[in-house]
């Protein structure tokens, strides 16, 4: 469909027009000091033409993964169980998009973005990532186990990580009787109820997360003194 589009084109000076004309000023313009064109146009073309070119500039990266909150929980103090949600923000207008969140060195149990289960595929060789598919804001929930090493009453937790600008990271404790240290951590902040503790942590962007505590002499297990051989020959 197509319609009109009258442009008129008027131009009006006062002084100079008017003395070229021999008017004086203020004077009405002459006929032929009147332009008016006719130009057909389509409908889309029009709009395009009012609304202004649009912006084809690119994002400098088509995603990021700007927050992550990682939650860990015990309830022996070796077992250990991690809930993440991370915080996705995609400009890629590809009909997919792989953003990479974890690194492969963790026992998935369940992944959800924006509420709906979600696969992850592996990519680059020693991480997973999820694909999105639009643009916009998005939240991934993970759960996973991560490695334990726990020796001597002392037990570390260390996982690979997709470094975020915001990471935080909360540890709840059945014990309230120890202390959660994390090495790489900005901040640490500890509470202490009856027979629980949770520790609260804001870690710098990194590639891995790492976090220990000590276990109660109570829950430290016994080895036997045969074990103990074996285990050092």
């Known amino acids: 469909m197509y319609v009109r589009a009258l442009i008129l084109i008027s131009f009006a000076s006062i002084l100079t027009i008017g003395a070229a004309w021999g008017a004086t000023p203020g004077a009405a ?27 084809t500039q690119q994002p400098p990266t088509p995603w990021t993964v700007w927050s992550a909150d990682y939650h860990l929980t015990s309830q022996q103090g070796t077992d250990v169980r991690v809930e993440a949600v991370l915080r996705l923000h995609v400009w890629s207008q590809e009909r997919w998009t792989a953003v990479p969140v974890i690194g492969s060195g963790v026992g998935l149990a369940e992944s959800r973005l ?22 916009g804001e998005h939240e991934l929930r993970l759960i996973f186990h991560p ?38 951590a900005a901040e640490v902040s500890m509470e202490r109820a009856d027979e629980t503790l949770t520790a609260r942590m804001v ?26 051989t074996l285990a050092a020959t």
């Not at 313009?29 to 912006?55: C, F, I, N, Y």
């Not at 924006?114 to 643009?135: H, K, M, Q, T, Y």
């Not at 990194?206 to 103990?228: C, F, G, N, S």
């Open 29 to 55: 313009l002459p006929e032929a000091a009147k332009v008016t064109a006719s130009v057909d146009v389509d409908w889309q073309t029009l709009l395009d033409w009012m609304r202004g070119a649009p912006d």
């Open 114 to 135: 924006n509420g709906a289960p979600s696969a992850l595929v592996p990519w680059d060789g020693d991480r997973f990532a999820v694909l999105v598919e639009a643009p």
């Open 147 to 184: 490695r334990v090493h726990a020796q001597d009453g002392v037990v570390n937790v260390e996982f690979p990580v997709v470094p975020t600008p915001l990471t935080r990271m909360t540890v709840d404790l059945p014990f309230a009787q120890t202390r959660v240290e994390a090495p790489g």
């Open 203 to 228: 870690f710098p962007a990194a590639d891995a997360l790492a976090v220990r505590w000590t276990l109660p002499a109570a829950q430290v297990p016994d080895v036997p003194a045969e074990a103990a």
